[in-house]
């Protein structure tokens, strides 16, 4: 079982910056998980924003997000972050985190057997 608690969402305006912070609770070992980001934006379907692999160097983005998201991580902390400039109307939604165990890494909701409360960003325009 996983526990994971989302923070740092916010009203933001258009073109400003947040950064999210997950921590994560295991049996497992932290070091152990791929991390992913979602979001929910009202009415739509949870989908995958960032992932980020064992190695650090390994990160994937959706394509509307590169170039202006950083996913990483902190082994110490037991914690990801989601670094968000350049922030559009677009990005608001609830940001949920997760963390994946295996080979690969999970980027649909499927893949998850449970959920944080998530942490809402709202971007005016």
């Known amino acids: 079982q996983v526990q994971l608690v989302e923070s740092g969402g916010a009203l933001v305006d258009t073109g400003g910056s947040l950064r999210l912070s997950c921590v994560v609770v295991s049996t497992r070992a932290f070091s152990d998980y791929g991390l992913v980001w979602f979001r929910q934006a009202p009415g739509k379907e949870r989908e995958f924003v960032a992932g980020?692999?064992?190695?650090?160097?390994?990160?994937n983005y959706r394509r509307s997000v590169k170039g202006r998201f950083i996913i990483s991580r902190d082994n110490t902390k037991n914690t990801v972050y989601l670094q968000m400039n350049n922030l559009k109307p677009e990005d608001t939604g609830v940001y949920y985190c997760?963390?994946?165990?295996?080979?690969?890494?999970?980027?649909?909701?499927?893949?998850?057997?449970?959920w944080g409360q998530g942490t809402q960003v709202t971007v005016s325009s």
């Open positions: 980020i692999g064992v190695m650090s160097s390994s990160t």
């Open positions: 997760n963390a994946f165990y295996g080979v690969g890494l999970g980027t649909t909701p499927a893949d998850y057997d449970s």
